[in-house]
């Protein structure tokens, strides 16, 4: 998109090129080719990067008017990101799909925050404010960015303390009596700096619940702080401190039926009836449906110039969350299939890496250890009678859940009994456990043999240590005579299974100065998600262990990115060959996720960004995705064979302009309008019509007036302005008991915001 085209990845921290580059950057002038990144691990201008990426500053975002993760994406080719909850995000690059909750199984998207890992699902999401830029890798990054790298990686990155004293105040009000309240304080000098910033949210549900005791659903109340110190004694080190906390206390979301009950508009736009457990908070930890969420991450990073052209940089990171989210599993007035999870952990890391560059060479080399410890507890809580007539029909026409939301199941227990009970509660309960360790080394150099070409190879050498467990407490069901969920029953005691592993990622990349602000690039890499050591129960019981193969990606890219004239931006093709591609599915007999070998999978695409500036104060915008890409069809794949990946669109593009003309000499005005394109997508593999979602183009607009030199501003959005209705996902955990539920995504909303600076 405009401004945020150019960027790209490495592994070093060649913190004595940033003059350098800057200085290219400052004679370019100010468009694309004069981003710096960091995706190399040291300061580079993003043309000079020769990897497919995209960057965006937190003055871009502000201007379009992103505010979530989600929103982002819209903006980004080959990005797509699914917050289904703050508890379940979807990260997707490339059409390859991150998003499981399980303690066992390996991210494929790494999701980094200020340099550290931060991609176990439940721990990942957060809001965005105060961000210095959000720079997206595609493609595979092991040798940057760790394992959790198979396709791509997102790497967050926080505005530091400056010298100097500034602040700034946002307030916000819109429908859904939205609140919004953000800013930040900076105070300090040259050698020690500080910086607290923060972001509040809340909102009404969108979507009402009839339920009595229930609130409205897919409300928000969400709230960041973060703190910062910067330390630089000399000019030769500088050492951040970094601490953050992440808060939602947000209500219930909307899973909602369309077999089930009525919700009055194509079954999933009107008003719902989630009534949740009457024994929610015993039995599932809270009394109504919602998030409950806290993380808490603390990151030290120094960086120490100790000799000419040699620099050391270490990275050190600590996160830990705890979620509880309670969710009504068939969408419907029923107390049937009703569900919580609790999925608590924490992650730590060190990195520290040697980097060297001279004219013709820059090379690096380091180590990193990765550990991480959590659990996913699932506790379930339905009455008898209402489980077994809903999904075994044992009374033959009474049926499960009426058009108007009254539940004729809830008679079956008094039928199947001739009146003796008249209502039986179950409670269960299952988890998992996955505590991972990773060692690893890692080297890059590049050779510069003339002025115009630059020869890179890297790799890491990586020990994985991967140790699961599994426990569950499922009680015999009084009127079946079993467990209702058909999970084998540990008795609440755990089983434990443990594996290591090891792997070489390699990568050699090709970058071809043409001018100074325009690059031809290539690369290879390989990719790799972690094996899954994945294990359960069956009856005795006894371990039931199944090992999941390492999902292996071969990558192959080539692209030209940089500035002519007015125009600045790239095109990149790229190829990618998996074998032993992972799926996620709900088991179809128990609702559980699990993971299985879908087979080989291949993945051609294309991207492409330009950016017209026409005046320095107007710019126009346009961005495209194309991938062809699924589980390769033939037979040995079985039923994902020729299947497109889930949630992957084959065609993706965002266009729009970018307004900010002066008016007086200290006021301006602004405007930024934008149309977000997104084709079909399938929410589950193997692919199914049903639970699938059509083309969605979306409109939003950004705009207001700033005056007294930027000090004051007043500025009114909306975003989805033709308030266009669309799935954000379907399918769910209701969908392997046969009843899917579907998820309506967000409605229009607007605003005003204020701002004043200082």
Not at 209 to 236: H, I, K, M, V, W
Request: charged share 20%; glycine share 12%.
């Amino acid at each position: 998109m405009a401004g945020s085209i150019l960027a790209g990845g490495h592994s070093a921290a060649f913190a004595e090129e940033a003059p350098a580059a800057e200085a290219q950057a400052d004679s370019a002038g100010d468009d694309s080719s004069s981003i710096i990144v960091t995706a190399q691990k040291y300061r580079q201008r993003a043309v000079d990067v020769p990897l497919t990426m995209t960057v965006e500053s937190g003055e871009r975002m502000r201007e379009l008017g992103v505010t979530d993760l989600g929103d982002l994406s819209n903006y980004v080719p080959g990005l797509n990101v699914q917050v289904q909850s703050a508890n379940n995000p979807g990260f997707v690059i490339r059409g390859i799909t991150s998003d499981s909750g399980s303690a066992q199984q390996a991210p494929r998207v790494t999701l980094y925050y200020n340099g550290v890992d931060i991609s176990r699902s439940r721990g990942a999401y957060q809001g965005l404010y105060d961000l210095e830029r959000i720079e997206v890798l595609k493609g595979p990054q092991a040798t940057l960015f760790g394992t959790a790298a198979t396709i791509g990686a997102i790497s967050l990155i926080s505005t530091k303390p400056k010298a100097g004293v500034s602040a700034q105040l946002t307030g916000g009000y819109g429908n859904y009596d939205a609140y919004k309240l953000e800013g930040y304080v900076n105070a300090g000098s040259d050698v020690l700096a500080g910086r607290v910033a923060w972001q509040w949210k809340k909102r009404d549900g969108y979507v009402p619940n009839l339920a009595p005791g229930q609130e409205d659903l897919y409300a928000q109340d969400q709230l960041g702080l973060r703190g910062s110190l910067r330390f630089t004694p000399t000019s030769d080190f500088t050492a951040d401190l970094i601490v953050t906390y992440d808060r939602q206390r947000n209500s219930g979301t909307p899973f909602l039926s369309k077999a089930l009950g009525s919700t009055a508009v194509d079954g999933v736009y009107g008003p719902a009836y989630l009534g949740g457990s009457p024994y929610s908070a015993q039995v599932l930890g809270a009394s109504k449906l919602g998030l409950h969420r806290d993380v808490y991450d603390v990151n030290f990073t120094a960086s120490w110039d100790f000799a000419d052209g040699w620099n050391f940089t270490t990275v050190n990171g600590y996160r830990d969350f705890d979620a509880l989210e309670v969710f009504d599993a068939d969408g419907s007035a029923a107390w049937y299939l009703e569900f919580a999870e609790h999925a608590k952990g924490w992650e730590a890391s060190h990195e520290g890496r040697f980097t060297y560059s001279d004219d013709q060479w820059r090379a690096s080399f380091g180590w990193n250890y990765f550990i991480e410890d959590s659990y996913q507890n699932v506790p379930f809580s339905t009455e008898e009678g209402t489980y077994l007539q809903c999904t075994l029909n044992i009374i033959p026409g009474l049926g499960c859940v009426a058009p108007d939301n009254t539940v004729p199941a809830s008679l079956a227990t008094g039928l199947a009994t001739g009146g003796l009970l008249s209502a039986v509660p179950y409670a269960s309960w299952f988890e998992n456990k996955g505590r991972n360790q990773s060692w690893s080394m890692f080297g890059d150099a590049t050779w510069k043999p003339t002025p115009e070409l630059e020869l890179t190879a890297g790799a890491r050498v990586l020990i994985e240590k991967r140790k699961s467990g599994y426990g569950a407490y499922q009680p015999n069901s009084v009127l079946a005579g079993v467990p209702l969920l058909p999970l084998a029953n540990t008795g609440g005691d755990f089983f434990y299974a443990e594996r290591s592993y090891e792997a070489l990622l390699p990568r050699f990349n090709v970058l071809y100065h043409i001018t100074p602000t325009l690059n031809l690039y290539a690369t290879v890499s390989e990719g790799r998600r972690s094996p899954v050591v994945q294990l359960s129960a069956a009856p005795g019981p006894v371990p039931a262990l199944d090992l999941i193969p390492a999902e292996k990606v071969w990558n192959y890219e080539a692209g030209i990115k940089g500035t002519v004239g007015m125009f600045s931006g790239s095109l990149g093709v790229y190829y990618d060959d998996y074998s032993n591609f992972q799926v996620t599915i709900v088991d179809a007999a128990t609702g559980v996720t699990r993971t299985e070998s879908a087979g080989s999978a291949a993945n051609l695409g294309v991207e492409g960004e330009i950016e017209a500036r026409f005046t320095e104060w107007l710019r126009a915008f346009g961005n495209f995705g194309f991938i062809s890409g699924g589980v390769d069809d033939k037979a040995s794949n079985g039923v994902y064979a020729g299947n497109q990946f889930r949630l992957q669109p084959k065609w993706q593009w965002s266009a729009g302009f970018m307004l900010n003309a002066p008016v007086t000499e200290s006021a301006r005005v602004f405007l930024a309008p934008s149309v977000t394109y997104r084709s079909k997508i399938y929410f589950e593999l193997p692919n199914s019509e049903p639970i699938s979602q059509g083309p969605v183009t979306l409109v939003n607009v950004r705009g207001g007036v700033s005056f007294a030199n930027d000090r004051f501003e007043i500025a009114g959005y909306a975003r989805n302005l033709t308030d266009k209705r669309y799935l954000l996902d379907a399918g769910n955990t209701g969908g392997g008991f046969g009843y899917p539920t579907f998820i309506p995504a967000e409605p229009r909303t607007y605003g005003i915001e204020l701002t004043a600076r200082y």
